[in-house]
């Protein structure tokens, strides 16, 4: 038998530190080791206890969650799951946790206080389970600090995209999503469309933090708008989001549908989608993330003579989406982290008239490739890219 996680719960409320352990303990392969009322006993317990896996408030009296969390990356990192409040400041404050370190976040039910944790005791199981699994991980840099110096964004204008490009991410997702839009510039001629596994009311900070360091407009996606050229739209939690070709211009189209694989947002739902308006001219991309969601959606893009491309397992904080993927033979390239940036200015980024002559030879390639006998998936040969990284 393996050996059991051991947790440390970290909050300030005395109920929370009942709770918390109760419903962890449901959890043969879970024990709570300890609690902490604020960051300073947390400091103590971590040295005294080795805990594997630390749930952080951020809310606390003394010294807070950030704070805590910036002692612990420094002095001897460990998974932190962030346990807080949903709040606009709440969130704000979560994807800047994120960012320095945090593997994932969980938001406390609005009927917390009232001892009501029932309903998220499964996640947050599940979320224990996987931070356990990723301790040494190394999370891409941080490209800003907590206030983000937003980049001189001039008029830009208004064109068609040259390549349509999906991606679904998920755990660890926040802070690898950041890395690689920060390494694209304003003038970049796709498209990129993004299902990030976060719930409602986060998107939209989430974006508008990206927004805030990235050269390319970024933004959460409404029904209507349209796909363009330096646009990046986040889906926003709890809808799906899909793409239609309309006289007035490609669009996005945001549902109410049921989850798929357990997620609203799915990437699948989205990669589907890509692969049955843009065939040919679709990108998708599997980054960071638990499960398997949007490995068939993008087993729908390669089928329909797109482009897929799945992060590199090493590089994944969580290679659970990627890997899916893989392992079905669905990827036709694997790209760690810090190449994906730079891959995708080379090949979807530059001018028109300068990739005119690579475009119709990828097209004379596919319909070489169509004329010779069809072979398994799961035996194609899967081609590895490293691209030299970008980071200064």
């Known amino acids: 038998m393996s050996e059991r996680i051991r947790v440390l719960v970290v909050d300030d409320s005395a109920l929370m530190r009942k709770l918390i352990p109760a419903i962890l303990a449901r959890d043969s392969s879970i024990e709570v080791v300890g609690t902490a009322m604020d960051g300073a006993f947390a400091l103590k317990k971590i040295e005294e206890l080795q805990p594997d896996v630390v749930t952080l408030d951020l809310e606390m009296p003394r010294m807070d969650g950030m704070e805590t969390l910036r002692l612990i990356m420094r002095r001897a990192p460990l998974p932190v799951i962030l346990f807080s409040t949903h709040s606009k400041e709440g969130g704000y404050a979560t994807l800047k946790a994120l960012a320095m370190g945090a593997v994932d976040f969980l938001a406390k039910p609005k009927d917390a206080a009232a001892g009501h944790l029932d309903q998220i005791a499964d996640q947050l199981i599940a979320k224990i389970k996987v931070a356990k699994r990723a301790a040494g991980r190394k999370l891409p840099p941080a490209i800003v600090g907590e206030e983000p110096h937003p980049p001189k964004k001039g008029k830009r204008a208004t064109l068609p995209p040259r390549r349509v490009i999906a991606i679904g ?16 510039p304003a003038d970049f001629l796709s498209t990129i469309l993004v299902v990030q596994h976060m719930p409602e009311g986060f998107t939209e900070m989430f974006a508008k933090r990206l927004d805030e360091c990235c050269a390319l407009e970024v933004h959460e996606a409404r029904s209507g708008d349209l796909l363009l050229a330096g646009r990046v739209l ?42 049955q308006e843009f065939a040919l001219t679709s990108v998708g991309i599997l980054m960071t993330g638990m499960g398997d969601d949007g490995a068939e959606g993008l087993g729908a893009i390669k089928a329909a003579g797109g482009m897929t491309i799945a992060q590199s397992e090493d590089t994944c904080v969580v290679s659970g989406m990627p890997r ?30 300068a990739t005119e002559k690579i475009e119709k030879n990828e097209k004379l390639d596919k319909h070489d490739k169509n004329e010779k006998p069809e072979k398994n998936d799961k035996h194609e040969k899967i081609e590895r890219t490293h691209v030299p990284s970008q980071r200064s």
């Open 234 to 275: 986040i889906c926003p939690g709890n809808r799906h989001m899909m793409v239609r070709r309309m006289p007035r211009g490609d669009m996005a189209i945001l549902s109410d549908g049921p989850p798929v694989n357990g997620h609203r947002p799915s990437a699948d739902v989205l990669f589907h989608s890509v692969a």
């Open 169 to 184: 991410i998920s755990t660890g997702g926040p802070n690898a999503l950041q890395f690689v839009l920060s390494q694209i």
């Open 324 to 353: 899916a993927a893989i392992i079905k033979g669905y990827a036709n390239k694997i790209i760690p982290l810090d190449g994906l940036g730079a891959y995708l200015v080379s090949n979807y980024g530059a001018e028109r008239g």
